[in-house]
């Protein structure tokens, strides 16, 4: 088949999203995400309710997905689906399909990272979404990473910063929950922020060397602020709700900045782009927006769709890979944890 028409099915089931999405060459024909409404009650993401519901879902998303992209089967280039990182029983549903599917259909298998999958999905072919150019600097944040890596090209990257206990996303879900509010609660806490006052409430940032994070005291520091102010007021929380999380976030959004400015006068480059769910975060989006004028970077946010998990991104990094003829057998091996 000519590489004009490559047409990549791909497959994400790192976590609690079922998802499946059908590229031609780097442009998204179809785009599908079944959630998981389930893990709400349980205040976070049960593996095995995960597991399960992927296995419900796998076949009516794939079908919708070739449905909507108008393509039949047999047109298909290679499956590509997620190696990992992630919940293990929920890869292996993924796994397991694209394997099945890849052999029936005599088609490559093509195995995806799922952190370089964020980065990647800044590559798919959107109208009004620049892409980056090599090499540059990527903000990848999420429920469970924080990382700056320098991305030298497709699939040469580099983290050259890291949290060194809590993820970012963790924090935002955290803080969330102590204020009482529903899973998932990092959306909630930048709804709220956005009406609130950032500077109201003063937290301390860790101090931690060079391009490296912690959110794990900050998590604490916002337990006991909350504990101490209900005890003086019980109704606390209800009265500042707004402020309080506007102040949450501004000093998130101050500690992942200052390290990316930090990178970048360290490195030089000063094309950044940021990717994982957190990315979906309008503070954080708007303060490396401004950073362009500000900062004098040329920064690249992805679509919205593409920031929280999807296959889409695991189908533009299935697609570099297939030009790039990095295919795997049926013994390749889902990994809870992966490096790049």
Known sequence: MSQKDVFILSIESSCDDTAAAVLHNDKVLSNVVANQSIHNEYGGVVPELASRAHQQNIVPVIDTALKRANIDRKQLSAIAFTQGPGLMGSLLVGSSFAKSLALALDVPLIAINHMQAHIL??????????????????????????????????????????????????????????????YPGGPLVDKYAQIGNPKAFSFTKPKVPGLDFS????????????????????????????????????????????????????????????????????????????????????????????????????????????????????????????EF
């Not at 999420?142 to 990257?157: C, Y």
């Not at 992942?256 to 950044?272: N, R």
């Open 121 to 182: 999905a800044h590559f798919i072919d959107e109208q009004g979404f620049d892409k980056p150019e090599f090499p540059f600097l990527a903000l990848t944040i999420s429920g469970g990473h924080t990382q700056i890596v320098k991305v030298n090209s497709f699939f040469d990257m580099e983290i050259i910063g890291e949290t060194t206990d809590d993820a970012v996303g963790e924090a935002f879900d955290k803080s969330a929950k102590i204020l009482g509010l529903p």
């Open 215 to 338: 959110f794990s005291g900050l998590k604490t520091a916002i337990l006991y602020f909350i504990q101490n102010n209900k005890a003086a007021n019980p109704n606390f929380i209800e009265e500042n709700r707004d402020d309080i999380c506007a102040s949450i976030q501004h000093t998130i959004i101050e500690i992942l900045m200052d390290k990316m400015k930090l990178a970048v006068e360290q490195t030089g480059i000063k094309q950044v782009a940021i990717g994982g769910g957190v990315s979906a975060n309008s503070g954080i989006r708007k303060a490396m927006k401004d950073a362009e004028t500000d900062l004098g970077w040329k920064t690249f946010i992805p679509k919205f769709e593409y920031t929280t998990d999807n296959a889409g991104m695991i189908g533009i990094a299935g697609y570099y890979k297939f030009l790039d003829g990095d295919f795997e057998d049926a013994s390749v091996v889902s990994k809870a944890r992966i």
